[in-house]
């Protein structure tokens, strides 16, 4: 559904960015994330630096749905300071 993103922590950045999810759930473990090209630190790593095999770690934002069978699922994200 719309409005899931996911904020992302890149090691050695003290920023964080937050991307809107583009990928199918079904394209786990893989994600795509929208990432516009800026000078913020996240976004300009991800444009600059980040190559296959770099990790990073993500918490989910807002509201997450998850759709099974028999229905849809949602649970409101914690967000921590």
Do not use: H, N
């Amino acid at each position: 559904r719309p409005g899931m993103w996911v904020d992302m922590f890149i090691p050695g950045i003290d920023k964080v960015g937050g991307y809107s999810i583009t990928s199918l759930p079904s394209d786990l473990p893989l994600m795509q994330l929208a990432v516009k090209k800026a000078k913020w630190p996240p976004a300009a790593w991800c444009f600059e630096e980040a190559k296959v095999g770099s990790q990073v770690q993500v918490r989910s934002g807002g509201t997450f749905w998850f759709t099974f069978e028999g229905g849809t699922a949602s649970k409101r994200a914690a967000r921590e300071a």
